[in-house]
């Protein structure tokens, strides 16, 4: 019994082991992966990465459940801003953030359609999307001349290689950062507000339990 005991224990550690090992070489994949520390609360952030999306991944990425106008508001942008910074597919801004390609367009010049980006940072996470914009490198056997140390073998090409090539890796990191913050913000617009909500919860809770609890006491000491 004792020695089965042992067994199951020493499988247990043997199983722990091998699974903290494994999630670290998929860190390992790139000594460069770092999280990403976005703050969906901070607007100017939001803006530059609006800026930088609409300028470098609106071409081939959606949002497809993000509308225009919406979108303005919650980043703070008025509509004079959006219509001549930001729209550049002659949409209305009541409209959603689509593009002009067809899938099977997509399709056919990728190999894989560009997905939609709505949901990208809760399907992966934001330190992924961080990490895979970040980890693009040349590679002459691919039909993009570049490959990814995130996604092997990845149909995207290279969309930031002059700016990576002009940009200090600070300011690069920082600059992919802002748009990781606003792909955060498009997978769940409410998120900011859900977030400050939750504290007045909290608080309106925690001040009626002191209430009640006094209350308690109060109605409590007659009977004892
Ligand atoms: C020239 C077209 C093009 C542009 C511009 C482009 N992408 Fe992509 N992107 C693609 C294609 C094609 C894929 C599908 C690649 C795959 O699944 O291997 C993709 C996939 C992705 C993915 C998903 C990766 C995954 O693991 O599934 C993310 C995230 C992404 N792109 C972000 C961006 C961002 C952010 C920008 C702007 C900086 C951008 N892309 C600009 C073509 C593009």
């Not at 359609?113 to 056997?141: C, E, Q």
């Not at 290689?161 to 600070?170: G, I, N, P, R, Y």
């Not at 690069?172 to 507000?193: H, M, Q, R, T």
Request: hydrophobic content about 40%; some cysteine; glycine content about 4%.
């Amino acid at each position: 019994m004792k020695i089965f005991n042992k067994v199951i224990l020493l499988s247990f550690f043997l199983s722990l082991f091998s699974v903290v090992y494994s999630a670290s070489s998929v860190e390992k994949k790139s000594n460069d992966y770092l999280p990403a520390l976005n703050d969906i609360t901070d607007s100017k952030s939001l803006q530059r990465g609006a800026r930088n999306f609409f300028n470098y991944c609106a071409g081939c990425h959606s949002l497809k459940y993000v509308r225009y106008n919406q979108m303005a508001k919650d980043i703070g942008i008025s509509e004079e801003q959006l219509n001549s910074y930001l729209i550049f597919t002659g949409a209305a801004p009541q409209d959603v953030i689509s593009m002009n390609m067809l899938e099977e367009d997509g399709n056919r010049w990728f190999g894989k359609a560009p997905p939609d980006l709505s949901m990208i940072t809760r399907v992966n996470s934001n330190t992924y999307v961080y990490n895979f914009l970040r980890s693009f490198y040349p590679d002459k056997d691919s039909p993009t001349g570049v490959n990814n140390k995130v996604k092997d073998g990845t149909s995207m090409p290279n969309i930031l290689w002059v700016l990576q090539d002009e940009m200090d890796k600070k300011e690069f990191d920082s600059f992919v950062l802002d748009i990781v913050n606003f792909l955060d913000y498009a997978g769940e617009p409410i998120k900011a507000k859900r977030k400050s909500l939750g504290i007045w919860v909290i608080s309106f809770l925690f001040i009626f339990l002191i209430l009640s609890f006094a209350l308690y006491k109060d109605i409590w000491k007659e009977v004892k």
